[in-house]
């Protein structure tokens, strides 16, 4: 191969590395948007019966996912204008937390879920599949682990009603979730924790 042909090679494939990255970051980009779009979403479609509160607002128990890599996070608190009775006896407004973690590649999501696992909520450590059928502390939290995101949704056990959770749960998947492709992991008040739908391998050892 001659210098005109090396060069021009080298040329072409300088080329096409400037087109695949722009085209990578754009798509990366465009999962993020729409992540950010279905949050606004949801938020506007429970904004007759849900008040949203974002400003100081304590950060909730998650563990050491808080501590991995993610490109943006947003965490909120919706609010019901109706009160409930509450598990104390009272009645209340409820409060339901919402941590959305967002990552560039799928593999920087793997590896923040395999951190997390071993630093999950109230610093225990869990496993693939396993359930645990206690959990000292906890509080009803949904859990969906998506290709590009972690959404958590948690509240206090005082709020806890049975039919409510489910709808929660039902309302994640709508909004944020894919039966074919999401992994639920379900809390309960002091536990148990149970993964729910796509579960992983409970052998696997390489990162899902």
């Known amino acids: 191969m001659d210098f005109y042909m090396l060069k021009n090679s080298v040329f ?70 109706e009160e409930f009775e509450n598990q104390l006896g009272y009645t209340t407004e409820r409060e339901y937390y919402f941590l959305f973690y967002h990552y560039e590649t799928e593999l920087d999501r793997k590896y923040a879920l395999k951190f997390w696992m071993e630093d999950f909520i109230e610093g225990e450590s869990i496993r693939p599949s396993r359930p645990k059928r206690s959990y000292d502390y ?22 806890y009603d049975e039919e409510d959770y489910e709808n929660w749960k039902d309302t994640m998947m709508e909004y944020f979730g894919d ?25 696997i050892r390489e990162l899902f």
């Not at 970051?25 to 008040?51: N, P, Y």
């Not at 949904?142 to 709020?159: H, S």
């Open 12 to 81: 072409k494939l300088l080329f096409i590395s400037a087109l695949l990255v722009p085209f990578s970051q754009k798509a990366q980009d465009a999962k993020g948007d729409s992540l950010k779009s279905k949050i606004e979403t949801f938020v506007a479609d429970h904004a007759d019966s849900h008040e949203k509160k974002h400003l100081n607002l304590r950060m909730r128990e998650v563990g050491g996912l808080e501590n991995e890599p993610f490109a943006w996070k947003e965490f909120f608190r919706l609010e019901t204008k």
């Open 138 to 159: 906890a509080t009803p939290t949904i859990i969906l682990i998506n290709p590009t995101n972690i959404i958590i949704l948690n509240y206090e056990c005082k709020y």
């Open 179 to 203: 039966k074919d492709e999401t992994m639920m992991i379900e809390l309960e008040c002091d536990g148990p924790l149970n993964w729910t739908l796509n579960a992983p391998d409970p052998k």
